[in-house]
């Protein structure tokens, strides 16, 4: 089994940035595809972006691409979300999210990830 524990989120004006963390800790997650998703009032749970196990291949959602940035440092059990330019419609509770895979390729559906922390609230106004 695999925990994870978001933190980082806040409140931030229209324009600033956040960086979230997501902290594993049960087993290595050198062997997992590392995802982030949001979720807003009222709406269903959205892909934000994923990075392969190794780091070698990131993936965004469209809303996000040229502002938001993934990392991972294996070493530390940790992935991080590098927030930029943030705008009211990014407000949401950020959630982080992993599946076990070695491949290149990243999915991005909820149901494909097996294992969710419990969420951050980013809060972004205008």
């Known amino acids: 089994q695999v925990q994870l524990v978001e933190s980082g989120g806040g409140l931030v004006q229209a324009g600033g940035s956040l960086r979230l963390s997501c902290a594993a800790s049960g087993r290595t997650i050198s062997t997992y595809v590392m995802g982030w998703f949001r979720q807003a009032p009222g709406k269903e749970r959205e892909f934000v972006s994923a990075?392969?196990?190794?780091?070698?291949?990131?993936y965004y959602g469209d809303s996000v691409k040229g502002r938001f940035t993934i990392s991972r440092e294996n070493a530390k059990n940790t992935v991080y979300l590098q927030m930029n330019s943030l705008k009211p419609e990014d407000t949401a509770v950020y959630y982080c999210?992993?599946?076990?895979?070695?491949?290149?390729?990243?999915?991005?559906?909820?149901?494909?990830?097996?294992?969710w922390g419990q969420g951050t609230q980013v809060t972004v106004s205008s």
């Open positions: 990075i392969t196990w190794s780091g070698g291949r990131m």
């Open positions: 999210a992993a599946y076990s895979s070695v491949s290149y390729y990243i999915k991005v559906r909820t149901d494909d990830y097996g294992f």
